[in-house]
Structure formats: structure tokens, C-alpha cells
């Protein structure tokens, strides 16, 4: 079965560099989540979509931004980056209509700041 | 504001016992919880979900209880292989495109 996909896996920046992170939800499903985790800490949910639109938002920086295309796919844009956004970023997709709740989750794109 | 709190302390258990895990909750009236499992460097995996008017889940090994008078889910796996190692995150979900996700439990199996 198709899972979410998360690209890139891996990523090296510079201090105040830009990155984007992309991330394909499962076919059909209609909600998509960023998620940033730190060493040794729990996910931070950031950021949420449904059918395209921002449904929710966490503890995201300003430096940070993203949407969801008309495709379904997601993109997570960081600017100015520091130190302290090296991390894990998930993305998870989810579909409304099915009443678990259940989140499905990539790999992780692994961004780390030098 | 919200907080979720699960064991800070790793959990270390012998192959073959009973795992509990705790989660509690303040400042919440999740309409359920949700159970993940998390591998080092790996996105969480879901396991089990209990709705509020749900006293007890069972699937396979794992047993889950969710008390809403005293804010906690008690997250149950019996007859543990090593291959349970791993963090084990709780979330209570109000029902919003927002799932916050508990500090996690460390479980550690020793064979």
C-alpha cells in the first residue's frame, strides 16, 4: 500500500540559508500535517491542511511557512534558518471522513543546520 | 494550558511481563486518545485508539483503559519481546486537525 512520502531525506544547511521540505499524503486522503521533532523530544505538531486550506496551526516559527497544492501535496518552506530548527520534520495525512483519526506518517526529512 | 505527561523514566521490563504505560491529561476533554509507537528515527506508527465513552480496548497484546474523571489512559502489553522496545507516545485528540502528541515513553524489553 502507498505510504506518505517525505522528501528529501536528508538535509544539510547553512545558517540563515532557506530549505523546502515536500511531502506526498496517501492517495485520497484529504488532510496533511507537519510535525517538527528534536533530539531526544516528542513531535511539535506545526502546521495543518484540509482539502487545501490551513485548518490548524501549532508552534511555528514566522521564519517558517507552508501549503498544500492542488494535488494534495505539501510543502514546508524555512527561512532563515538556525541552529535550533536542525530536526526530524514528519508529515502525516489523514482522511476527515473516517472517524479514527488515525495519522499516517513519512519517514521524516532529517534538516540539519551548520 | 493543555499538558499531556507520560513516565519520564524509561521503562525496563523482562521479556515476557506486562508493560504498563501511563498518560495523563490537564486542561483537556479529548473525544479520544490515540496510542503510537515510535522507532528511533522512524515517523510514529499508530496503534490503538479509545473513544470517551469507551472504558477498555483490547487489540492483540495490547490493552488500553481511559478514564476521563481522572484524566488518564493506561496503555497495557502483555507477554513483551524485545521487539516491543520502543517510545510509545499517547495523544488525546479533541477532534481537531491539531493531534498533540504526549513526552513519550521509553520501553526497553531485556530478553
Known amino acids: 500500500a502507498a505510504g506518505v512520502i517525505q522528501s528529501p531525506r536528508h538535509l544539510i544547511k547553512e545558517k540563515r540559508e532557506t530549505a523546502t521540505l515536500k511531502c506526498y499524503p496517501i492517495?485520497?486522503?484529504?488532510?496533511v500535517y507537519w510535525y517538527q521533532q528534536g533530539p531526544g523530544q516528542d513531535p511539535q505538531f506545526l502546521i495543518s491542511f484540509y482539502e487545501k486550506m490551513q485548518s490548524d496551526k501549532g508552534s511555528i516559527p514566522d521564519r517558517f511557512s507552508a501549503q498544500q497544492f492542488s494535488d494534495y501535496h505539501s510543502e514546508l518552506n524555512m527561512s532563515s534558518l538556525e541552529l535550533g530548527d536542525s530536526a526530524l520534520y514528519f508529515c502525516?495525512?489523514?482522511?476527515?471522513?473516517?472517524?479514527?483519526?488515525?495519522?499516517?506518517f513519512g519517514e521524516g526529512s532529517r534538516l540539519t543546520v551548520l | 494550558s493543555q499538558k499531556i505527561e507520560q513516565n519520564s523514566e524509561a521503562l525496563n521490563i523482562q521479556e515476557g511481563k506486562t508493560a504498563t504505560l501511563t498518560c495523563n491529561y490537564t486542561n483537556y476533554s479529548p473525544a479520544y486518545l490515540q496510542w503510537y509507537r515510535q522507532d528511533p528515527g522512524r515517523g510514529p506508527v499508530f496503534l490503538l485508539l479509545?473513544?470517551?465513552?469507551?472504558k477498555e480496548k483490547r487489540k492483540e497484546r495490547l490493552k488500553v483503559t481511559f478514564d476521563t474523571t481522572l484524566k488518564q489512559s493506561l496503555f497495557h502489553i502483555t507477554a513483551s519481546p524485545p521487539a516491543d522496545s520502543a517510545t510509545y507516545l499517547c495523544?488525546?485528540?479533541?477532534?481537531?486537525?491539531?493531534?498533540?502528541f504526549g513526552t513519550g515513553t521509553r520501553l526497553q524489553v531485556f530478553p
Open positions: 495523544a488525546p485528540s479533541p477532534k481537531t486537525d491539531k493531534l498533540i
Open positions: 479509545i473513544r470517551e465513552n469507551e
Open positions: 492517495p485520497r486522503h484529504d488532510t
Open positions: 502525516a495525512s489523514s482522511l476527515r471522513t473516517v472517524d479514527t483519526g488515525e495519522l499516517f
